[in-house]
């Protein structure tokens, strides 16, 4: 056992109201055995274990961070322009993942995304990999040496994208089902898989029905897709299934709309898609940086907590601009503003 001491961010302030930014200047971690079993001021934790060892620490002590929806196959696109969402995915975002069938570019680019994660402290992340199979095996290779929880998928795309990203449905089944079988629970859990299509307008009913059966066949398994980012997307998926009560109920015709799915930007939705948000257990990733950023909208995430929706935060790399979930979560709806540190000894 041993004290750490240094500047610490507890985030205590989501369960007691207090600026969840604050920082005790003089703070200090009671660590065991890499288990944190207590933290507070110095002055309170080295009166209560006054036989441990203190270690003095430069850095900040802060619990590490979760991202909830990225895509490492974007990392080299951070921030570059290319228009509103379709545009964009056209333009910048299909030319980019139709590099990651090359293993080592794939190799290359997730260490550099693996680095990225580890420098502003995020530990967890639920990930978009590209429609390679070589690209989910190259993210999983190297986070299998860090000490990353990282879940993560194929994505599968079988129409309104360029060929090379393309992947008929039973195909991308059996792709997806050979990656879960190697890498689903790998590192003693550390490592898992997510079910990824796209979003509606590259899956047709045939993916959409792969990716429920992936479902059903390894049911702990994350399904992670995209939902109503831009209205010339929801647009879009009203024309091509024309049925379909909204743009989530494509997802819920198929079985998709259940806990353990994460439905990322989630911006332009009816009452009747909120409600069945939170009646599923479904959680939306809240991704402010890239709604600026592509000109999306401004997510009403006070409508959906309201509702009792789920809601977690998602950097979503490339079109987010930053990797530091404290950038996300500053520019989200609802973030208190930072007040002065906390300077207590």
């Known amino acids: 056992m041993l004290i750490k001491r240094g500047r610490l961010r507890p985030f205590s302030g989501a369960i007691t109201g207090v600026d969840p930014f604050a920082i005790i200047r003089n703070g200090a971690l009671v660590v065991d055995d890499g288990e944190v079993l207590d933290y507070g001021t110095a002055s309170e934790m080295i009166a209560e274990y ?101 879940c993560a998928g194929l994505v599968m795309m079988d ?84 049925d379909a009560p909204d743009y989530l109920g494509v997802y819920e015709s198929f079985g998709l709309v259940s806990p353990g799915a994460i439905f990322a930007h989630a911006i332009h939705l009816s009452d009747r898609e909120v409600g069945l948000l939170a009646e599923s257990g479904a959680v939306v990733a809240h991704c402010p940086t890239a709604n600026r950023f592509l000109g999306s909208g401004r997510c009403n995430v006070t409508r959906l907590l309201k509702a009792g929706v789920t809601v977690q935060l998602g950097s979503d790399v490339g079109a987010g601009t930053t990797f530091d979930m404290l950038e996300v979560a500053a520019e989200a709806e609802g973030v208190p503003q930072r007040r002065r540190p906390v300077d207590e000894s």
Do not use: K
């Not at 680019?109 to 995020?122: M, Q, W």
């Not at 509606?200 to 994350?222: D, G």
């Open 50 to 150: 006054p036989d441990a060892p203190i270690v003095d620490s430069p850095g900040l002590l802060t619990p590490g961070h979760y991202d909830a929806h990225v895509h490492y196959s974007q990392t080299r696109i951070m921030g570059t322009f290319g228009g509103g969402l379709l545009e964009w995915l056209e333009s910048v975002t299909f030319p980019e993942e139709a590099r990651f069938d090359d293993p080592a570019y794939a190799r290359s680019v997730a260490r550099e995304f693996c680095d990225a994660l580890e420098a502003v402290g995020t530990t967890s992340a639920t990930v978009f990999c590209a429609s390679s199979p070589v690209s989910v095996d190259a993210l999983f290779e190297e986070a299998r040496h860090r000490s990353l929880r990282i």
């Open 159 to 242: 129409r309104n994208a360029p060929s090379a990203l393309l992947t008929p449905a039973m195909e991308a089944y059996d792709q997806s089902r050979a990656l879960i079988e190697r890498w689903h629970g790998a590192e003693n859990g550390r490592l898992t898989y997510a079910i990824t299509p796209r979003f509606a307008p590259t899956s047709t009913p045939a993916l959409l029905e792969a990716a429920a059966t992936l479902w059903e066949e390894f049911p702990t398994c994350t399904l992670q897709t995209h939902l109503a980012e831009s209205t010339d997307e929801v647009e879009w998926v009203r024309r091509l299934f024309p």
